[in-house]
Structure formats: structure tokens, C-alpha cells
């Protein structure tokens, strides 16, 4: 329920692309949701504190797979606490 809401505010496009901090969602659906709307993106930071919840979603969910590497202009990953 919480990515949807999130989607909103891509309705209402910046003058300027849009630095957009994530933390926490491990699994990646919400950077991957973010990137369906890329033009209006700069960069996004996604920082997790665990990097196996990373490493199993990008095995076995297909919108984590390649998510970081085939992005990593845009997306820069931090394993870290938010």
C-alpha cells in the first residue's frame, strides 16, 4: 500500500529532477517502482543496513534482479543504518 502513495507525488513533476532518499526496503520494490519514473529522477540513495536481504531479493524477485547494476547511474546503493 505504501508504494502506490508514494507514486503520487510523481504526478506533480519538479522544475528540477528529483534526489529521493530511501532507507531501508532491502527487497528493492520501492527503488524499482521510483525508477518507472526516471525522467523525473536524478539519483536515488537506498540505504539498508543488511546487504543479504539485498543479495536473496536480487536471486529471487524479478524487480530486484540486475536492479542496482543496470541503474547505477541513478541509483546509488549504502550499506549502512539510516
Do not use: C, Q
Not at 22 to 47: C, F, P, W
Not at 60 to 70: E, I, K, Q, R, V
Amino acid at each position: 500500500a505504501h508504494v502506490p502513495v508514494m507514486e503520487y507525488f510523481m504526478l506533480f513533476p519538479s522544475p528540477s529532477k528529483l534526489k529521493i532518499l530511501v532507507l531501508g526496503g532491502g527487497d528493492g520494490y520501492v527503488v524499482s517502482e521510483l525508477l518507472k519514473h526516471s525522467e523525473y529522477i536524478r539519483t536515488i540513495d537506498h540505504v539498508d543496513l543488511d546487504r543479504t536481504v539485498i543479495d536473496v531479493s536480487a536471486k529471487y524477485f524479478p524487480w530486484a534482479y540486475n536492479l542496482y547494476s543496470d541503474n547505477s547511474d541513478k541509483v546509488n546503493l549504502i550499506i549502512d543504518d539510516g
